[in-house]
């Protein structure tokens, strides 16, 4: 069984039986039913995947095999063991714990006893969630809170180097655009801007120059990342913000300079264009089974919402109503902490969720190590495994840059 384990020698505290669930299961796409859950994982675990065609012949009274041969693949679920391991000063959380006691206009005049255990815990539990969010899908070269040695490939990665996968790209006219320039600044020179808007996300691709974003300190290739745009010409827009930064809100910096660049991107102007020659495109039998959804991120949510109300020609309150987020009857679901300027169709019952919530390998514990080595410190340790796959990749529908 899983070990819960809270050391209390000097605080009160409280075992959370179900932190670790928490943790691996209350990520946002998994709480939406995006994807089906394994649970008892504790190795590689095959997934079957059988197709084959069907024949209808003539009637016959001898028995006749159809003459196919059922193709039999094989995928996997690699379950990977990480850890989240945070120390605090004892008297800096008990000063934290008291001011979320404190209600408006208060001054020390809280009640009630310290569980110190169950408030460390809860303080980073969304942000392990949303790390897991981001591991599940992007995997760990894109997930800065990852920092263990194993590969975790993630579900995006998988799908866009898989065969068989159905794949679009961003390169049409109207959804890309050359850039003749990119600055140290930032400034990105292209042909025109007026399908541009500020806050846009653009996708930069097929990068010729030394550029490098060093927003995090150590450079990294400007070549596949996004960024949310602000336009400063009819010829120019800068780079304001990596997408990945979104939560820390850093400013995008760099260093080096590029002389050409593909600029792609999904926005007001295009977003019900590409939203129909997605539909087009769809496999009718995934498409009209109820676990199929478009997933799609959070900018390209919000360009169909404002492309909706610019529709909407002398309608009441059509910049004011909540817009239904479906295309033509298929779910269009919001996916936070996503990769920009892409959109996966795919059945929750193709993506696979691989944990081992039983297992010795998830485990939780907290310790107050003044009795043991006089440190006035608490260490908090949260251990976890888990995995992601997918089965028929001809039953999955992938665009990005």
Known sequence: MAQFTFTNNTYAGEALAGFMAS?????????????????????????????????????????????????????????????????????KLVQSWESQQLKPGAFQDYEGVVDLSDFMVQRYLTKIQ?????????????????????????????????????????????????????????????????????????????????????????????????????????????????????????????????TAAMVSYINASNVLDVLTGIYAQLDPADRSQEDFNLQIPLHVGYAYAQAQADKAVNVLNAFTDPKKMDYLGVPLQLMNHWQANTILGARASNLFLGVDLLGDASELSTVYMKPYTNDNVVRMKARMKAAVNFKFANELFYLSA
Not at 29 to 46: A, F
Not at 48 to 76: C, H, K, M, N, W
Not at 179 to 208: F, N
């Open 23 to 91: 943790t691996l299961l209350e990520a946002d796409s998994v709480k939406r039913g995006l994807l089906t859950v394994i649970n008892d994982v504790k190795s590689r675990k095959v997934i079957l995947d059988v197709d084959d065609d069907v024949v209808l012949q003539d009637p016959s009274g001898i028995f006749a095999d159809q003459g196919t041969t059922a193709a039999q693949r094989e995928s996997y679920l690699d379950p990977v063991v990480y850890e989240f391991m945070k120390q605090e000063q004892w008297d």
């Open 130 to 258: 949303i790390a897991n969010e981001r591991l599940y899908w992007l995997g760990k070269g894109a997930t800065k809170e990852a920092a263990f040695t194993a590969p975790f490939t993630g579900l995006l990665p998988s799908i866009a180097s898989a065969n068989g996968v159905y794949k679009v790209g961003l390169s049409k006219s109207n959804t890309s655009m050359a850039a003749t320039a990119i600055s140290a600044a930032g400034l990105v020179t292209v042909g025109s801007t007026i399908t541009l808007k500020d806050g846009d996300v653009v996708s930069i691709t097929a990068v010729t120059g030394s550029i490098k974003d060093t927003t995090n300190g150590a450079g990294i290739d400007v070549q596949g990342q996004s960024y949310f745009i602000r336009v400063e010409s009819a010829t120019t827009f800068r780079l304001i913000r990596n997408y990945n930064e979104v939560n820390t809100r850093k400013a995008a910096t760099f260093t080096g300079s590029a």
